[in-house]
């Protein structure tokens, strides 16, 4: 039912999405299905066209409908192209590699949205992650108040959970293996806006996760967890709709009648939707954990820090999956 929800309230920005890879068969096929839905206007990018019309006609695809571009130069917001080539001369490239950079349907496309001709991208099909992330951050860069790239999860709870009623978000669980404390500060802040890109509305409960719970243990790696969080309630001390808290246990976030016993103080009262997790190690096993004991349907991991949208699918990735990050993908950029 929630995926349905996000589809009609993407359906209802009238946005536009643009697949890097749109001579990549599954990719093709949902970029088909998304402009049969009417959920958005689809363009798709590849060097080599052909190849999408083979693709199509062996599926019976009809893409008719479907904004079919070849990278060029001149497809691109002049100030952004120029601005781009100009950074990657300051790093070493001549104007003539630089030109030809663009034209790489990743960085092509990052450098459509980021012209403001899409909302957001959508690749990684058959892209390695840290290719998809290098394109994205030289072409799109990073938002004004984070200077990290990070990725969440959203965590759909199966019906009737006894303790998780609504779906939540896991951060950071696929990008950074040990962030450090201005690191986790920036993934406490896009989380939280990538939480209300979702739930418009909702109020952001975020609880930065350990071992312990208010001081119950001692010992350095508590540190940058306490500062972290420390920050990030300053960032948001104008915010009365956030409530952040750490650090705490799973249980004392996530868990009422635990939370009045361990932290009776706690904003959070037991009833945290946004759980940051102190390294990589922990974020992943915690979402794997969930998913497959708890049997949460698991949509990510979702990349978050960007100054617009572009999401990295995994090379193991169905149609679906790539239709609903999309939509997500959608719902990210609205403002």
């Known amino acids: 039912m929630i995926?349905?929800?996000?589809?009609?309230?993407?359906r209802?920005?009238?946005?536009?999405?643009i697949f890097a890879e749109g001579d990549e068969e599954r990719t093709l096929e949902a970029a088909v299905r998304l402009n049969k839905d009417e959920v958005c206007k689809v363009v798709i990018v590849s060097s080599a066209p052909d190849k999408i019309e083979k693709i199509a006609k062996d599926k019976k695809l009809d893409i008719s409908k479907l904004t079919i571009l070849v990278p060029a130069l001149d497809l691109l917001s002049d100030s952004v192209l120029n601005c781009f080539v100009e950074s990657r001369i300051k790093k070493g490239l001549t104007k003539e590699d630089a030109e030809k950079l663009v034209l790489d349907p990743l960085y092509f496309s990052a450098l459509y949205v980021k012209s403001d001709k899409a909302n957001g991208c959508v690749a990684g099909a058959r892209s390695s992650t840290s290719d998809v992330l290098k394109a994205a951050i030289q072409g799109i860069g990073t938002s004004g108040d984070t200077k990290l790239i990070s990725s969440f999860f959203l965590m759909?709870?199966?019906e009737n959970h006894p303790i998780i009623k609504t779906p939540i978000i896991y951060a950071d669980c696929g990008v950074n293996p040990n962030p450090n404390t201005l690191g986790l500060?920036?993934?406490?802040?896009?989380?939280?806006?990538?939480?209300?890109?979702?739930?418009?509305?909702?109020?952001?409960?975020?609880?930065?996760?350990?071992?312990?719970?208010?001081?119950?243990?001692k010992h350095k790696t508590l540190d940058k967890i306490i500062e972290a969080c420390n920050l990030a309630k300053e960032y948001f001390k104008n915010d009365s709709s956030v409530k952040i808290d750490g650090e705490v246990q799973f249980d004392t976030a996530s868990v009422p009648a635990v939370a009045k016993k361990k932290a009776p103080d706690s904003p959070l009262e037991g009833r945290a939707n946004i759980f940051i997790f102190p390294d990589l190690n922990s974020g992943n096993i915690c979402y794997k954990v969930t998913e497959r004991l708890g049997q949460f349907t698991a949509i990510g991991p979702v990349v978050q820090g960007l100054e617009k949208p572009f999401n990295d699918l995994s090379r193991g990735c169905s149609v679906d999956d790539i239709y609903?990050?999309?939509?997500?993908?959608?719902?990210?950029?609205?403002?």
Do not use: N
């Open 156 to 158: 759909i709870p199966p």
């Open 12 to 17: 209802e920005l009238k946005g536009t999405v």
């Open 324 to 335: 609903h990050s999309a939509v997500i993908t959608l719902l990210q950029s609205r403002k």
């Open 185 to 217: 500060r920036d993934i406490s802040i896009s989380s939280i806006k990538s939480f209300r890109s979702l739930f418009p509305g909702e109020s952001p409960k975020l609880a930065f996760l350990s071992f312990s719970t208010k001081g119950s243990a």
């Open 3 to 10: 995926l349905k929800k996000f589809t009609e309230s993407a």
